[in-house]
């Protein structure tokens, strides 16, 4: 805004390099957020693998344990089984002589 002749204009007139060092420092400050976000990310990423590895081998566990169990049967559970059977088997009994008593 230079005018030959208007004094007024004169302050006005202003320095690039004032401009520049505040974009400048702004480039700076935006390089620097982008470092700390893009460390971040790889920490998060690193956390995301390391859950995954233990979701599938959690996942893998599980699926043993069914196939285990699918093909050896626990003891204990045949024995509960067949207790449930039993009990069942005489309250049956039970209430047929109770039944069987009254009549």
């Known amino acids: ?4 002749g208007r004094p007024d204009l004169l302050t ?3 320095k690039s390099n004032h401009n ?7 480039v700076e400050a935006l390089k620097r957020e982008v ?3 893009k460390e971040k ?3 998060v990423t690193d956390q995301m693998q390391k859950i995954s590895g233990m979701v599938q081998n959690v996942i893998k566990t599980q699926q043993l344990n069914q196939a285990r169990n699918a ?4 003891p204990v559970n045949e024995k509960q089984s067949k207790k449930r059977r039993m009990s ?5 009994t039970v209430d047929s ?7």
């Open 1 to 4: 805004k230079f005018i030959m």
């Open 12 to 14: 006005e007139i202003k």
């Open 20 to 26: 520049e060092s505040a974009d400048k420092q702004e």
């Open 35 to 37: 470092k700390q976000l």
């Open 41 to 43: 990310l790889s920490s």
């Open 71 to 74: 093909a050896y049967p626990s």
């Open 88 to 92: 069942n088997s005489s309250v049956f």
């Open 97 to 103: 002589i109770n039944n069987s008593a009254l009549a």
